[in-house]
């Protein structure tokens, strides 16, 4: 069946990074686009970045500059590398894949940063 696996998440300092991972399993990942979104404390989920098939990537203008995202496809596997963490990157953080009609969700990892 299909899987999204997310990892990496934790409590980090402002100023920190930590890299997420979200294991692909079900389908075809190369197939796919990729997609991080997060939902912090209160609101509603919104997107973070993107990579598609061909390898385009976009972010939300509040990550451009700090976030990377980026997808192995022999590891079925997206990234999503965060540098200089703000307070206000605190949410759950989840990976999506899409190839329309089909929508997957992964179970999402807390990312917290405070000192």
């Known amino acids: 069946q299909v899987q999204l696996v997310e990892s990496g998440g934790g409590l980090v300092q402002p100023g920190g990074s930590l890299r997420l991972s979200c294991a692909a399993s079900?389908?075809?990942?190369?197939?796919?686009?990729m997609n991080w979104y997060r939902q912090p404390p209160g609101k509603e989920r919104e997107l973070v970045a993107t990579a598609t098939i061909g390898g385009t990537t976009n972010y939300a203008d509040s990550v451009k500059g700090r976030f990377t995202i980026s997808r192995d496809n022999a590891k079925n596997t997206v990234y999503l590398q965060m540098n200089n963490l703000k307070t206000e990157d605190t949410a759950v953080y989840y990976c999506r894949s899409i190839r329309w009609p089909n929508i997957y969700w992964g179970q999402g990892t807390q990312v917290t940063v405070s000192s």
């Open positions: 079900g389908f075809t990942f190369s197939s796919y686009t």
